[in-house]
């Protein structure tokens, strides 16, 4: 059964199949609720999985969410705004966001929640400090590789230039 598991990938159900049949037999547990059961962890670990790659592609300095942005230290900044850029429109009607301001005023910090949670509802995101894309992009050799470069960026369903 293992090999089996292997060879279709399904790596959760691999790992937790003995479990599971053993609570199976001492609850008597009907074959649906049985393999109902298996096949939500199997999902549920590959939705982990995706989040974990796509945070990955991301470059995140840091994983911060709104909820953890004080606004009372910042009054001048209104959260019934930020939370405009969290419905899925501001990505797919293609709007932008500026943070403008001097060091130290929570602009990344807004901008990686921000991305963080489209993240999470499956869009893909790239953050990157304009210095370290332009140095990427002027180290590329050609027009061939600068496309290259720019690419990872432009497919991004969110694009994040601190």
Known sequence: MHEM???????????????????AAE??????DFLRGLLEEELL????????????????PFEKTLEEFDFRLRPELNR?????YLDDRFLTQGRALVLI??????KTHLAVSIGLAMLKRGYSVRFTTVQALLTRVLR????????KVLRLYIE?????LD
């Open 156 to 160: 991004s369903d969110l694009l994040v």
């Open 45 to 60: 670990a590959r939705e982990e999985n995706q989040v974990r790659r796509r945070l990955k592609d991301a470059a995140f």
């Open 5 to 23: 598991l292997t060879q279709l990938k399904l790596a959760r159900i691999r790992e937790i199949h003995t479990e599971w049949l053993d609570r």
């Open 140 to 147: 590329a050799g050609g027009l061939d590789g600068r496309a």
């Open 80 to 84: 019934q705004v930020i939370l405009r």
């Open 27 to 32: 609850t008597r547990m009907a074959y649906t």
């Open 101 to 106: 301001g001097p060091a130290g005023l929570g």
